[in-house]
């Protein structure tokens, strides 16, 4: 599907950044638009791949050009107040070619977490097409004021959109290495996963269509109802050379059947076991799978490694798996050496990591609450004379 994306705040920008990377190297061609929205000038200039025109520097009048900090209500009252300069960005986007609008944010920092849901809500108010937010949670490690803003920019960012997508940095992070080096690889993971889900349906001209095509439709129904989302992935290598035979003779007329070289009971087993480790594995928010309300299974992998089988097999194993009735499913084929299942789980509610990102939420908001009362009388304390036998002068 094509869409429109603005990343808010520098996280946000920098995956926007790399989701342009991305469909250029894949050919996908979903990211129809993209657009920057930063408080911090640096962080624009950061930037590679967004055009110079598409990067806007919203609340200069308040923080010329600096940031907002951590600080998230300062982050969604600038975007509130320059929302029309947000706007004048997106006017350049033909919106007609667009299927959504996706915002993505870091929910840890100050301006995306502030202001990417002003601008969900803007958009909802302004267009038909569903808006998408993308969401990172920060690390656990990250302190208390980035697990504080990110509680209360989730809430805020499900309400404004019409599905909201995330992504847990703290199940990803690995040790020993470096912030920089760390989120390279890990951004390089969010545009995998979502930018397989995403291309999906948008089979390019010159692709084979798939036996059952995902199209956008499919995506958008999954996403409708609301709610939040998680992406489970697996894959695996496949011989090219052993189908690329098939491929060439079936060009080349020389009677290849599809199933040249290959096993159709293996290519069912690889699928249906392929779709368990996606579906049981890492997801981009850990969460129980059980009573997700609506699925969406993508095969993707050169055509002769995917059958119809395989997918409704992996579909009736995630409908027994989730308890939902709406699990749809399709093909992506893609001429890469690789085999894999997307799964999209929405409307997912059993997610323990929520919970405890909010109760630890509640004791980093109650302390500080505690350390400024604290630090006020211990000021009064200090300037106060014990006798009060002085005065100030006025
Ligand atoms: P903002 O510019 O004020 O919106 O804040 P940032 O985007 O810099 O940071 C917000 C949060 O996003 C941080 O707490 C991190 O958890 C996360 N973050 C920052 N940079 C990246 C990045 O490049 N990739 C990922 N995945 N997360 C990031």
Redesign the pocket.
């Known amino acids: 599907m094509k869409l429109a994306m603005i990343g808010?705040?520098?996280?946000?920008g920098?995956?926007v950044d790399r989701f342009l990377d991305y469909d250029d190297r894949t050919n996908s061609g979903i990211v129809r638009s993209a657009i920057a929205v930063?408080t911090?000038k640096a962080?624009l200039m950061g930037l590679n791949r967004i055009p110079q025109e598409n990067r806007v520097l919203i609340g200069q009048a308040r923080v010329k050009g600096h940031?907002?900090g951590?600080d998230n209500e300062l982050?969604a009252e600038v975007a509130e107040e320059d929302i029309d300069e947000v706007q004048n960005a997106i006017d350049s986007i033909p919106t007609h070619e667009v299927d959504a609008f996706l915002v993505v944010?870091?929910?840890?920092?100050?301006?995306?977490?502030g202001g990417a849901p002003v601008l969900a809500k803007h958009l909802k108010r302004i267009y038909t097409i569903p808006v998408y937010g993308l969401g990172?949670l920060?690390?656990t490690d990250?302190g208390g004021i980035?697990t504080l803003n990110a509680a209360r920019s989730f809430q805020t960012f499900v309400r404004e959109v019409d599905n909201l997508l995330v992504?847990d940095?703290d199940s990803w992070r690995s040790a020993g290495e470096s912030v920089e080096g760390g989120?390279s690889q890990?951004?390089e993971e969010?545009v995998r996963r979502f930018g397989v889900l995403f291309g999906a349906g948008e089979v390019q001209p010159g692709n084979e269509v798939a036996e059952s095509v995902v199209d956008s439709s499919e995506i958008i129904n999954t996403l409708s109802g609301g709610g939040v989302s998680t992406v489970g992935f697996a894959s695996e290598e496949v011989d090219l050379s052993a189908t690329s035979g098939g491929l060439l003779s079936k060009f080349t007329g020389g009677g290849g059947s599809v199933d040249d070289g290959l096993d159709a009971a293996n290519t069912t087993n690889r699928i249906t076991s392929l779709v368990r480790k996606a579906a049981l594995g890492r997801l981009t928010l850990p969460c129980e799978i059980d009573g997700a309300e609506r699925a969406l299974l993508v095969l993707s992998g050169p055509s002769e490694h995917l059958n119809r089988k395989g997918i409704e097999r992996g579909r009736k194993w995630l409908e027994e798996e989730t308890g939902s009735m709406e699990v749809r499913g399709g093909d992506y084929p893609r001429d890469i050496p690789e085999v894999s299942a997307s799964i999209l789980l929405s409307g997912v509610t059993n997610v323990p990591r929520i919970k405890r990102l909010q109760q630890v939420a509640i004791e980093a908001q109650d302390n500080m609450e505690d350390i400024q009362q604290e630090s006020e009388d211990n000021l009064e304390e200090l300037v106060e004379d014990d006798a009060d036998d002085l005065e100030p002068l006025f």
């Open positions: 808010f705040g520098q996280a946000g920098k995956v930063n911090a962080d940031g907002v951590a982050g944010a870091g929910m840890g920092g100050g301006t995306g977490s990172i920060p690390g990250e980035y992504f940095n989120y890990i951004n969010i």
